[in-house]
């Protein structure tokens, strides 16, 4: 079952802007992840948040996580064509099971 | 480390036909993941193993599909026999331990004419 529900489906910037996704879950959870997938390639980890963190930062990647309101987001600043990729969200909730919402998908015009 | 790797990368085959597809996971993960991807159903998990052991096969569709890890480095998944709704890519995932980051192959394509 999906677990994490990423929005928007479809998102389209110039390069340079920020993009953000959302992603929104229903149980508690222990630990969001969010990985990328370029086309035709494997799915790819690009940082995880505990659910006792509220925000975190790699690059030009910020991740923020609300478990009050179960939601996160994606903030992706000063967009390059190279960020042109599927994004997905993942929630753990103790068991071995990740598991992976639909997806949104960044289309970066240059 | 190489990444997990799978193969074959694509594979076209007539209904009927017995599939194999393979996985070496990244030495020293103890947890391996099965998964199937298409338009409609998204990323879906067919099958966990720990440490060898196959933990939860509750995803795989029907009888049809089997999947096998006789030791920590080899991985299989097999479709016999094959119908035109097993077309996608399915790929295998490795994990250091629960609620880690999977580290995902590049996945192999089926097409099941």
């Not at chain 1, 929005?7 to 990985?35: F, V």
């Not at chain 1, 995880?48 to 609300?66: P, Q």
């Not at chain 1, 992976?100 to 240059?110: C, E, Q």
Request: net charge neutral; hydrophobic share 30%.
């Amino acid at each position: 079952s999906q677990q994490g529900e990423e929005d928007p489906q479809a998102l389209s910037i110039q390069e340079g802007e920020n993009a953000t996704m959302n992603c929104s879950y229903k149980t508690s959870i222990n630990n969001l992840q969010w990985y990328r997938q370029n086309s035709g390639r494997g799915l790819v980890h690009l940082i995880l948040i505990r659910s006792n963190e509220r925000e975190k930062h790699s690059g030009r990647l910020r991740v923020t996580l609300d478990t009050s309101k179960k939601s996160s987001s994606l903030l992706i600043t000063a967009s390059r064509a190279a960020d042109t990729a599927s994004y997905f969200c993942a929630t753990w909730a103790g068991s071995y099971q990740l598991t992976f919402g639909k997806g949104t998908k960044l289309s970066v015009i240059p | 480390d190489a990444g997990v790797i799978q193969s074959p990368r694509h594979e076209v085959t007539e209904m009927g036909q017995e599939v194999t597809l393979r996985c070496k996971p990244i030495s020293g993960h103890n947890s391996l993941f099965w998964y199937r991807q298409t338009m409609m159903r998204g990323l879906e998990l067919l099958i966990y193993f720990n440490n060898n052991v196959p933990i939860d096969d509750s995803g795989m569709p029907e009888d049809r599909f089997s999947a096998k890890m006789p030791n920590a480095s080899f991985s299989t998944l097999k479709i016999q026999p094959s119908e035109p709704r097993d077309s996608a890519v399915y790929f295998c995932a490795s994990s250091p331990g629960q609620g880690k980051e999977l580290f995902f192959g590049e996945g192999s394509r089926l097409t099941v004419l």
